[in-house]
């Protein structure tokens, strides 16, 4: 009993930990100031998805379905007047949404994965030049020696990279459907899409820093509580606002808690707390667990497909 409330507390520890770490916000003020690149980048994720994405959903909320309210009133003296009204309101609305909204949403998604990526990039030429600049040498100690040079190296990056893509994707699907369940459906899915994110987060600076694929999924699936804690606070929004809107807010603090990321020495974080726990190890959740399983029978189809051709 007394072992199974160290590991409770553990947890708990671990959770608030990476909820902290995920709040660090000063730590994107640093990167921003430390790099041009980096803050232009960062510039451009606020502005298109706060101000053109999110202000556009405000403009829709605030002016265009009030004036289509004005023109088209609810309130009629001819039942069929009042229904042809209805009709038209939900049309033109329907109209912003697939001209407009959806598009752009789209756009934004597609533009802020390169974006993201760019500024994970930056963010780790800024630690590296800190790293110089200290004359110390750079933590590798997940890497293990791991790093593989050459066409070898590239190669097997690029297959890492493809099959963490696919993986993602599926798990994306999962927390759509764990989203749908009733009763558990909200909390399960705000776990999910909190390891998501803080995975999403974390990614792009372990391989960066040479991170094996096998590596990162054990480190992250071992220290799940820390990585529930961190991707927290990029999920509350979905709790109170709706899926487009939540989603806006999301694209436009991502880069923040993708510096934040970059900022974390989460090894020495979790070994912290390991020593407040008296040592006691956590147990691992497969959280990727059915995702890997699908990705690797979708991958095992190909040298198939290729053998019947």
């Known amino acids: 009993m007394a072992k199974l409330l160290l590991e409770v507390k553990r947890y708990g520890l671990l959770w608030l930990a990476g909820f902290k770490e995920a709040c660090c916000f000063h730590r994107a003020i640093f990167f921003c100031a430390s790099s041009k690149m980096l803050l232009i980048r960062t510039g451009q994720c606020f502005l298109l998805n706060?101000?053109?994405?999110l202000g556009s959903l405000f403009i829709l909320r605030s002016f265009v379905i009030p004036i289509l309210m004005w023109i088209l009133p609810d309130q009629c003296d001819q039942i069929s007047a009042v229904a042809l009204y209805s009709f038209?309101?939900?049309?033109?609305?329907q109209i912003f949404y697939v001209l407009w909204v959806y598009p752009l949403y789209l756009f934004s998604l597609i533009l802020g994965f390169l974006w993201y990526s760019d500024i994970a990039k930056y963010s780790f030429e800024v630690i590296k030049e800190r790293?110089?600049?200290?004359?110390?040498?750079?933590?590798?100690?997940?890497?293990?020696?791991?790093?593989?040079p050459g066409v070898d190296g590239l190669a097997i990056g690029i297959g890492e990279q493809i099959y963490s893509g696919l993986l993602l994707t599926i798990?994306?699907?999962e927390v759509s459907v764990a989203d749908s369940l009733p009763f558990i459906g909200k909390a399960t899915s705000f776990f999910l899409l909190s390891w998501m994110n803080a995975y999403y987060c974390?990614?792009?600076?372990?391989?960066?820093s040479g991170v094996s694929l096998n590596s990162k999924l054990e480190f992250f699936e071992s220290n799940w509580a820390f990585f529930a804690g961190f991707g927290s606070p990029s999920v509350i929004p979905s709790l109170f606002f709706t899926r487009l809107i939540s989603n806006g807010i999301i694209g436009f603090l991502y880069p923040v808690f993708v510096l934040t990321a970059a900022g974390?020495?989460?090894?020495?974080?979790?070994?912290?707390?390991?020593?407040?726990?008296?040592?006691?190890?956590g147990r691992k959740i497969p959280i990727f667990y059915f995702s890997q399983r699908i990705s690797t029978m979708v991958l095992d189809i190909f040298p198939k497909v290729e053998k019947e051709n």
């Open 88 to 93: 038209l309101r939900s049309f033109l609305i």
């Open 131 to 148: 790293e110089k600049s200290k004359a110390q040498p750079s933590d590798n100690s997940r890497n293990n020696g791991t790093e593989r």
């Open 171 to 173: 798990f994306f699907f």
């Open 264 to 281: 974390t020495r989460e090894e020495d974080v979790i070994n912290y707390i390991s020593r407040l726990s008296d040592g006691v190890q």
């Open 202 to 208: 974390f990614e792009s600076k372990w391989n960066y």
């Open 50 to 53: 706060g101000l053109i994405f």
